[in-house]
């Protein structure tokens, strides 16, 4: 089973405008990170964010980080067609910190 | 640095074969980890190896199991194939960077196809 969930599924934007995602997990996480991923191909990571910590930057990148919600938002600002992947976030349980737990992911197109 | 490395890119199998994926860690980390990618779905957790021990594994049944090699690398072996076992197979890469944190660098994966 998933212990995350991305919401939307899918997203369609203009390149130059935001895109956001959320995740929401079910387990209390040692951290939370996010991965992008090509076609299908391997996952590129981006951000890591600590559960001691609310919020990330990293370039165009912002990661929010709610652990009384258990949920996460990424941001993407100012997007370009080079954006257009699957983003997944991937938490890690307090006991099982080298197990990854992800989620469906979120699909994002940016249009050009 | 030469990243994860993994192989055979595609392979497609029959029902019941077997099969045997491989994979290279980064240089310098000792442990790889397995993940089973279904389309449309997240990846999922199959094993974790750590200097050639099983740290952990997920809910996957016993016809598949792992391995890992004095120099790191690792095998995946898949028995009696399933239509089902149709999937990405993605390794990880990772070191542990301390205070809880595995740092997992993924491979390309190796794309399996179940007629």
């Known amino acids: 089973s998933q212990q995350g969930e991305e919401d939307p599924q899918a997203l369609s934007i203009q390149e130059g405008e935001n895109a956001t995602m959320n995740c929401s997990y079910k387990t209390s996480i040692n951290n939370l990170q996010w991965y992008r991923q090509n076609s299908g191909r391997g996952l590129v990571h981006l951000i890591l964010i600590r559960s001691n910590e609310r919020e990330k930057h990293s370039g165009r990148l912002r990661v929010t980080l709610d652990t009384s919600k258990k949920s996460s938002s990424l941001l993407i600002t100012a997007s370009r067609a080079a954006d257009t992947a699957s983003y997944f976030c991937a938490t890690d349980g307090v006991n099982n910190d080298y197990k990854l737990s992800f989620g469906a992911g979120t699909t994002v197109t940016v249009r050009a | 640095d030469a990243g994860v490395t993994q192989s055979p890119t595609h392979l497609i199998k029959t029902r019941g074969q077997h099969v045997t994926l491989r994979c290279s860690p980064i240089?310098?980390?000792?442990?790889v980890s397995w993940y089973q990618q279904v389309l449309g779905q997240g990846p999922q957790f199959i094993f974790q190896y750590y200097e050639k021990e099983e740290r952990g594994r997920g809910n996957f049944p016993d016809r598949f199991s792992a391995r890992q090699f004095p120099n790191y690398s690792s095998e995946l072996n898949v028995n009696a194939l399933l239509l089902g076992d149709s999937a990405l197979y993605l390794c990880?890469?990772?070191?542990?960077?301390?205070?809880?944190?595995?740092?997992?660098?993924f491979g390309p994966g190796t794309r399996l196809t179940v007629l």
């Open positions: 990880a890469s990772s070191r542990y960077s301390g205070t809880g944190i595995w740092e997992q660098f």
């Open positions: 240089s310098g980390h000792k442990s």
